[in-house]
């Protein structure tokens, strides 16, 4: 627990005991096998969204209050689902993007991932503390340990549906205004 907020990934309550137990009763679409059901999937939900973005000229002439935030770095990837799994682009992208900017894990006050499925952030998370993955995504760098007590503090896509087409933009409105805060500086979106 940090800043009187509960991790979302760590501990168990009643509440949540009982929901695994409804949630382990869903079935498979079609009679497929796996693990991906509705309990543990994204809604897609309707929406529409727009980032304006401006030069600092441009963003100046915005009134104080409105919530603004500057991207400083970027990285793409793309992998073989066959191979290195379904939604796992972000894996290796967010580790090279730190190395190449020397931040580590525990520099971001609030990570924003997004969760098609509740495995996903976890897995993304294994595979940032793994070596193994590590050295596999190129990085060598020193990155630390992974605060999952900063993730998704307002709840992910899981709790607030997958506006299917703008969910990048979603999270980063929601986490722009969450930036508002004095204390908050830097933030991870995957």
């Given at each position: 627990?940090?800043?009187?907020?509960?991790?979302?990934?760590?501990?168990?309550?009643?509440?949540?005991?009982?929901?695994?137990?409804?949630?382990?009763?869903?079935?498979?679409?079609?009679?497929?096998?796996?693990?991906?059901?509705?309990g543990n999937a994204s809604e897609l939900t309707d929406?529409?969204?727009?980032?304006?973005?401006?030069?600092?000229?441009?963003?100046?002439?915005?009134?104080?209050?409105?919530?603004?935030?500057?991207?400083?770095?970027?990285?793409?990837?793309?992998?073989?689902?066959?191979?290195?799994?379904?939604?796992?682009?972000?894996?290796f992208a967010v580790p090279r993007l730190f190395q190449?900017?020397?931040?580590?894990?525990?520099?971001?006050?609030?990570?924003?991932?997004?969760?098609?499925?509740?495995?996903?952030?976890?897995?993304?998370?294994?595979?940032?503390?793994?070596?193994?993955?590590?050295?596999?995504?190129?990085?060598?760098?020193?990155?630390?340990?992974?605060?999952?007590?900063?993730?998704?503090?307002?709840?992910?896509?899981?709790?607030?549906?997958?506006?299917?087409?703008?969910?990048?933009?979603?999270?980063?409105?929601?986490?722009?205004?969450?930036?508002?805060?004095?204390?908050?500086?830097?933030?991870?979106?995957?």
């Amino acid at each position: 627990m940090e800043s009187g907020r509960p991790s979302p990934l760590g501990g168990c309550s009643i509440c949540c005991c009982r929901r695994n137990k409804i949630l382990s009763q869903l079935r498979f679409r079609d009679g497929c096998s796996g693990t991906l059901t509705g309990g543990n999937a994204s809604e897609l939900t309707d929406g529409a969204a727009a980032i304006w973005g401006g030069s600092d000229v441009g963003l100046a002439r915005l009134l104080d209050e409105t919530p603004k935030a500057r991207l400083l770095d970027y990285e793409t990837s793309a992998v073989d689902a066959m191979t290195d799994g379904l939604l796992m682009a972000p894996a290796f992208a967010v580790p090279r993007l730190f190395q190449r900017n020397g931040i580590r894990f525990e520099d971001v006050q609030v990570w924003e991932i997004h969760e098609a499925f509740a495995a996903q952030v976890t897995f993304h998370i294994k595979a940032w503390t793994s070596q193994e993955f590590l050295n596999k995504a190129g990085v060598t760098a020193d990155l630390g340990m992974f605060p999952r007590q900063r993730v998704n503090l307002q709840g992910g896509s899981l709790a607030l549906g997958h506006p299917f087409g703008a969910t990048g933009a979603r999270i980063m409105s929601q986490i722009t205004h969450f930036m508002a805060v004095p204390s908050v500086c830097l933030i991870a979106l995957t």
